[in-house]
């Protein structure tokens, strides 16, 4: 089992910055890819950045040079927000995906098995 918790969100301006982290926990490390999605109001999960075994990172194209995701040795997650917009308002959730699986269909909420509670990012106008 693999335990994920969130912490790090807020309320900022627009052009703010904020910075999320996920502690993992449990049997991490065969734990190949990772993730952060988000879910705003009225809309539904969606894939923001993933990051995988070598460090291969990739974003979604509305957060591409703006978020920045990183992990340590002990696959804790981070996730750099720049130049916030009010869109960028939504709940974030940390994912892990089943040991051994690498990011191969990274969009994709059913590759991830473990989640943690969220985190909620607000930016206001």
């Known amino acids: 089992q693999v335990q994920l918790v969130e912490s790090g969100g807020g309320s900022v301006q627009t052009g703010g910055y904020l910075r999320l982290s996920c502690a993992a926990s449990g049997y991490t490390s065969n734990i190949y890819c990772m993730a952060w999605f988000r879910q705003g109001p009225g809309k539904e999960r969606e894939w923001v950045a993933s990051?995988?075994?070598?460090?291969?990172a990739r974003y979604a194209s509305p957060v591409e040079g703006r978020f920045a995701i990183s992990q340590d040795a002990a696959k804790n997650l981070r996730l750099e927000l720049n130049s916030l917009k009010p869109e960028d308002t939504a709940m974030y959730y940390c994912?892990?995906?089943?040991?051994?699986?690498?990011?191969?269909?990274?969009?994709?909420?059913?590759?991830?098995?473990?989640w943690g509670q969220g985190t909620q990012v607000t930016v206001s106008s």
């Open positions: 990051i995988e075994r070598g460090g291969t």
């Open positions: 994912a892990a995906a089943s040991p051994y699986e690498y990011c191969y269909s990274r969009t994709l909420v059913g590759l991830y098995k473990y």
